[in-house]
């Protein structure tokens, strides 16, 4: 079996019903419980999506956030959420690259946010 991981990145609304349920039930084994109560509380998720041989295996996903430290001025912030590798798939080092792929998403994003403000 080879080890590629081919990434994509996708916004929570434009995930299909079968995208989601491989989220969830990857999820679900990963962290052995049921997580779909907690998927309903995030609001427009981004996630990143691991396929080794056209089979779902890894996950992640960040949600934006906003935080006021004190009086001071609003930071937009990534809260990184459901890092999970499909147990038979641990080990390979999928989740590293799912977090990768991840941080350079939101630079990218945060970078074109500092330049159209």
Request: hydrophobic share 40%.
């Amino acid at each position: 079996m080879v080890d590629e991981l081919i990434i994509d990145v996708i916004s929570g609304v434009n995930l299909g019903s079968n995208q989601l349920e491989a989220i969830y039930r990857c999820c679900n084994q990963a962290y052995r419980e049921d997580l779909l109560p907690l998927f309903k509380t995030f609001n427009d998720p981004t996630h990143v999506l691991g396929f080794n041989s056209n089979s779902f295996v890894s996950h992640a996903m960040w949600v934006t956030r906003w935080l006021q430290p004190g009086d001071g001025t609003s930071l937009r912030t990534a809260y990184v959420e459901m890092v999970a590798t499909d147990p038979e798939y641990q080990g390979r080092g999928f989740a590293t690259k799912i977090i990768w792929r991840l941080m350079e998403e939101i630079l990218h994003q945060q970078a074109f946010y500092s330049f159209s403000s």
